[in-house]
């Protein structure tokens, strides 16, 4: 870890940045946090931020992230929406791990999603790829393969239904 | 990593500040931006212009900016959608009383009342709305400046 100056410089690694569970709903455009510097019962809101804010924002790169202090008495969360509709995640004495989690709940993207969205992307990435989502629906559309048996049938010893069952045309 | 352009950027969290538009409203937009070579994330200030022809906005109160569909003018890009706290006056959103940082404004009179209250003690219920000592005491609505020597000229925002 090259330039690791300062407190828990594990925070400012690549690999940490990138192992960021929580990525928020696309409706998300701002999220932040209220806390106060000094109260036991905002130890856990600070402790949120020191750790897991770096990591939220890597993998939002398009969510505004603030931290608001010293405003009110209790911390919490506030994400604002697309819509206008606003969520507000009281975590009054809530250790970090625990606001991680619920947030990772409440308004982080599924892991269906998450893997539905990885697919696409890797479908529209590469352009060899073929199939649903691609250029080419079939195997048959690309230069080398074998023609499309819809147009020109493929000889008979090649097909599984004469060769196994030996059935005489 | 460059962050998107804040004029095109839909919805912001803007701090107020002095601006002497009329109709409108500038507003401090801090974002965090990723230093590629610390891994570090570092506040960026930018300006954004909001139209606000009621001057819900005043120096101080902590908003959200909307994206208009289209340029009003030049500069201003956004409208005011929502005062979220409003400067000395925040409201929490989970209990929706009044606050004073770290306590509750009906415990601090309960206190006071059990101490015993000052006649000459400010009273928020009883209290103008912010803005009547404007130009008078009150000169957050404009940017105001130290005044080195004696012009000669009348300049009510030298301070």
Redesign the interface.
């Known amino acids: 870890m090259p330039?690791m100056k300062g407190v828990a410089p594990i925070r400012?690694?690549?690999k940490y940045?990138e192992a960021g569970r929580l990525i928020l709903k696309d409706q998300i455009?701002?999220f932040?946090v209220n806390y106060?510097v000094?109260?036991k019962h905002h130890a856990g809101t600070k402790d949120f931020v020191f750790w897991y804010?770096?990591q939220i924002?890597?993998k939002n790169?398009?969510v505004?992230?603030?931290t608001?202090k010293?405003?009110?008495?209790?911390p919490?969360i506030?994400c604002?929406y697309?819509t206008?509709d606003?969520m507000?995640i009281?975590v009054d004495s809530k250790s970090k791990e625990e606001i991680y989690e619920h947030l990772i709940q409440v308004v982080g993207k599924t892991k269906g999603v998450l893997k539905a969205e990885a697919i696409a992307k890797e479908k529209t990435d590469n352009p060899a790829n073929f199939g649903a989502l691609c250029d080419r629906h079939c195997i048959c559309e690309i230069l080398g393969q074998v023609p499309c048996p819809a147009t020109c049938p493929v000889p008979k010893i090649w097909r599984g239904k004469y060769k196994f069952q030996k059935v005489e045309d | 990593?460059s962050?998107?352009c804040v004029t095109k950027?839909?919805?912001?969290?803007g701090h107020c500040v002095p601006c002497l538009k009329h109709g409108a409203s500038k507003f401090k937009?801090?974002?965090?931006e990723?230093d590629n070579?610390?891994?570090?994330?570092f506040p960026k200030h930018e300006f954004v212009y909001a139209h606000d022809p009621e001057k819900l906005c005043k120096t101080g109160d902590?908003a959200?900016i909307e994206l208009l569909p289209e340029k009003l003018t030049r500069l201003i890009t956004h409208k005011v959608?929502e005062v979220v706290?409003k400067f000395g006056d925040?409201t929490?959103?989970?209990t929706g009383k009044k606050?004073i940082?770290?306590?509750?404004r009906e415990n601090i009179d309960a206190v006071n009342k059990v101490y015993g209250e000052r006649e000459k003690a400010f009273r928020y219920e009883k209290a103008p709305p912010r803005g009547w000592q404007e130009d008078k005491k009150d000169f957050t609505h404009v940017e105001t400046h130290i005044k080195y020597h004696e012009s000669g000229k009348d300049d009510p925002y030298a301070v």
């Open positions: 330039f400012r690694t690549l940045l455009k701002i932040t106060n000094i109260g804010l770096p924002q890597y790169p398009h505004q992230i603030a608001l010293n405003l009110t008495p209790t919490f506030r604002f697309e206008g606003q507000i009281d | 990593m962050l998107p950027t839909f919805m912001l969290l937009v801090k974002r965090l990723l070579n610390l891994l570090m994330y902590i959200i959608k706290y925040v929490d959103p989970l606050v940082v770290g306590r509750y």
